[in-house]
């Protein structure tokens, strides 16, 4: 049986980047898309997507999961690592203090970061347990819905 690599790579980067656009996340795939998103008044939650397995089987779900609740940032966006190099670059400029870390998220307010879920956070860790760290960001940085 002979599998194309690149074939399978790119429909698992597809699914993943579908997964988090049916949660409601907007995909900023350019550095003026990063810069212009993080430019708008309010909180902004970055998910900093990947293909990792701890990305798929935690990271994405609590994505899609932690945002029903009564507190949540005002924008919803997401860059692929790996995948849209400009656009994570740019994003992760605005991350000072953290180095990079896929997958994670970053939540900014008025375009300055407040705190992240690093990937030492996210791996290894219960979907319910990453859900509450980012919902405790929430609490404290975004007003009720």
Known sequence: MNIDFNLFMNDHVRQARQEIVTAGYTELKTPEEVEEAFAKKGTTLVMINSVCGCAGGI???????????????????????????????KARSYFTGYPPSSPSFALLKDGKIQTMVERHEIEGHEPAAVMKKLQDAFDKYCEEI
């Open 59 to 89: 990271a994405r779900p609590v994505a899609s999961h932690a945002i029903h609740y009564d507190k949540r940032p005002d924008q919803l966006v997401t860059v692929f690592a790996g995948q849209d190099k400009e656009a994570t670059e």
